[in-house]
């Protein structure tokens, strides 16, 4: 699911088909705990959409379907435990991007835990976080596009309090911020 999130993000959803490919090839599910064997075929499911994807945004509402189902097996069998890691304070480009980066994380953990302080924590730490001028120009017109957009879906993010509504923005951020990094990535490149 994390190389999933990550090709995503970057704007290469077309990488994230191994790794779903590899999660729809899960074997021996006689030997999963059979309270998990529901979860664990619905993320194989979705992984297959994920594989079948032709857009950006069919892998992005599938892997944000991915961290929902995540968070309803976590819910209901105990999972994991949101990250008590402090948002990061660097100065300069780099902080913002690890900031940026943190908050990111935040919104992931409030689906996959599922935590709604994690989701918050994300929001308001994303709505503090303005884009890099610098950044910006690189992606061009699409990227100052893509930053607004952005910040409307971020201030957003704090009214959506059911696991369907999270998801629904989540998987809206993912092609925001996938479209604007291919944008500064293809830019970086001519």
Known sequence: ALLIRKAVIAGTPERAADPAAALTKT?????VPASWRAAV???QEIAGRI????SAAQAAGATADLGMACGGC???QGGPKASNEPLPDAAGLTGRMQRHAWATERLWEGLT???SEAWSAGASALSAILFPPEILKQGGVHGRSAANDFAKLVAKAPTRKT???RASLYAELLVTCG????AINEAGTK
């Open 41 to 43: 075929q619905r993320m």
């Open 27 to 31: 074997e021996k599910l006689d030997e």
């Open 113 to 115: 835990v599922p935590s």
């Open 74 to 76: 976590h819910q209901t």
């Open 51 to 54: 594989n079948n994807s032709t």
């Open 163 to 165: 696991a369907e509504e």
């Open 179 to 182: 479209g604007c990094h291919r």
